[in-house]
């Protein structure tokens, strides 16, 4: 069970302006809302995506207040890190805090590993699969797990968008996440019909392992 002090320094996103005081393994437990944006491809459809934060390295949730707003900050404080941090809103989902955890990366060198994924959720729906694929990747220093699915209220599991469409969602996921301090995140994405495809991004899968879409 974690501790009354923890769930407090958790729920109120650190309060103080100083880090929670925690060995490397404590975790700590808040909650946050799910984040929602549209975006439209080349053919001037609109695209919806749906972002749940998963494990969050403390570094970005410990300087929030228990209204979202940014706490007070010192001198010293690096505003800018600060700001990007401005969307983790504390209201609904419930979302572990871990000190130092890795966090999700938007480098040149992962690039081709969204590529590849954005390809697996194409093939799936031209295929019309709905059924789990889960897996790893790594690219350079850059280690990856991934895990997808689709849902659909129609009979096939299908999309008409295009394979750059889908890489493109691939690469907003993944870049939001890294900008909320992600270490595991999951995204839904839909574009107006009865297609929705499900994916979790772990930047440390040994750890936080992927088989369960739960978003």
Known sequence: MVQFRKIVC???????VAPCHAADNDTYVITTSPIYDTWEDDTGAVNNMTLILGVINADYACNWTSDGTLASTSTSTDTVSLEKRKMIT???VVTTVKF?????SIAKAVESI?????????V?????TCTLTYGTDMSGDYY????????TTDKNCDTTAEKKTIITAVENCAKKLNKKGATVGCCA??????????LRLSADPSLYPVRTVDC
């Open 10 to 16: 958790g729920a109120l996103a650190c309060l103080l």
């Open 90 to 92: 504390i209201t609904s």
């Open 100 to 104: 130092a955890a890795d966090i999700i």
């Open 114 to 122: 969204y590529e590849y994924i954005g390809g697996i959720i194409w």
């Open 124 to 128: 799936k729906s031209d295929i019309d």
């Open 144 to 151: 990856y797990g991934y895990a997808y699915k689709a849902t």
């Open 189 to 198: 994405f839909s574009h107006g019909g009865t297609w929705s495809g499900h």
